[in-house]
């Protein structure tokens, strides 16, 4: 999967920009404030229809603009898709060849990108909430079935809170949502297990390749509760325990949308005793291994680094930069980046009226 043209209309900082990238790496570079980020980040908003930076739409248009505009052609094999985003202050449109997109799981579909960005190195110290997206979104990018349970998993979350909110909780209701939340929470907990299997599989290698070192690093994962035969009966267990706990919170307290997953370098949690240095690094190993899990080559994503060269040293930049060469198509943003074979693009502000 590769990006090759890609036009911003009134996006972020940007009156209008296009460019046609090329497979391979492709580096944005420019000063601070030219819009490196902005660029990436409207390539991760064609996967996603959403920002890595904001959670408002609003501010991803221009100062002074009504609307803006994303416009991409993405090649998949030798098929090739037009993507048309078009933002304005009550919302967004979406359209692939013309036809407009009602959801965002077709989008996903379409359009597969990995970010790493610098709060990544938080990844292991931070929220369980990001690492918990960042298995989410994984997964739903390789399977559709996930998407499915995840998407019907967080309706009945919600209906669910919804009830315990209420000034008189119905019970019986309660106990039907809470047996429907066991019923979804089973296969999540079991594709979960699995990837963070296949994870495993490949991570020392990535990280080996990325450091030079024989280190042991594993994902592991925290189910609420551990798959089994009896996995349903012992979940409603937990529910029925937690029950008086979540009707005094007004909130459903357990669950695979609290679950988490630490990671694990030489025996030891990365998050609470490795160095910023290690944290890093097993960061961008993690946030790489989805690429190697999708069996399609053309279907793997597109990779986007943003800002990450000048937080590393010249031995960790050269050796990512030649893992780097395995991918299809990479962007990178620095502002100052020169490598063998790259194709390289100045970022910078310009004024040109388009609508």
């Given at each position: ?56 739409d609003e501010g991803l248009i221009k100062k002074g ?274 490598v063998a074979g790259a194709s390289n693009y100045q ?9």
């Amino acid at each position: 999967m590769i990006v090759k043209t890609l036009t911003l209309k009134g996006f972020r900082n940007h009156d209008y920009l296009t460019y046609d990238f090329n497979e391979g790496m492709n580096i944005l570079t420019g000063h601070n404030g030219a819009g490196k980020t902005n660029v990436v980040e409207s390539l991760y908003y064609l996967s996603l229809a959403r920002s890595f930076r904001l959670n408002d739409d609003e501010g991803l248009i221009k100062k002074g603009r009504d609307n803006a505009e994303i416009y991409a052609e993405v090649k998949e094999g030798e098929l090739t898709r037009k993507i048309r985003v078009l933002l304005n202050q009550t919302g967004k449109q979406i359209f692939i060849n013309g036809k407009p997109v009602n959801k965002v799981s077709e989008l996903a579909r379409v359009v597969n990108v990995i970010l790493f960005e610098p709060k990544d190195v938080l990844l292991f110290r931070g929220s369980p909430k990001n690492r918990r997206t960042f298995l989410d979104v994984s997964l739903a990018k390789k399977s559709a079935s996930y998407l499915d349970y995840i998407s019907r998993y967080e309706k009945v979350l919600k209906e669910r809170n919804e009830l315990l909110k209420s000034e008189k909780v119905d019970r019986v209701l309660l106990d039907t949502t809470t047996e429907m939340l066991v019923k979804l929470s089973c296969p999540i907990v079991s594709y979960r297990q699995m990837y963070v299997k296949d994870i495993n599989d490949i991570l020392n290698k990535i990280t080996r390749a990325l450091t030079g070192e024989d280190d042991k690093i594993e994902v592991v994962y925290k189910p609420f509760i551990e798959q089994s035969v009896d996995f349903e009966s012992k979940a409603l267990e937990a529910f029925k325990r937690a029950e008086e706990s979540d009707l005094r919170k007004k909130a459903t307290s357990i669950g695979v949308h609290r679950e988490d997953f630490t990671v694990n370098l030489n025996g030891r949690d990365i998050g609470e005793y490795g160095s910023q240095g290690e944290n890093r690094i097993a960061a961008l190993a993690l946030k790489l291994c989805p690429y190697f899990l999708i069996e399609d080559k053309d279907k793997r994503p597109i990779v986007v680094l943003d800002d990450v060269m000048s937080e590393l040293d010249q031995q960790h930049r050269l050796r990512l930069i030649t893992f780097l060469k395995k991918f299809e198509q990479v962007f990178i943003t620095a502002t100052r980046l020169e490598v063998a074979g790259a194709s390289n693009y100045q970022i910078k502000k310009k004024k040109k009226e388009v609508f």
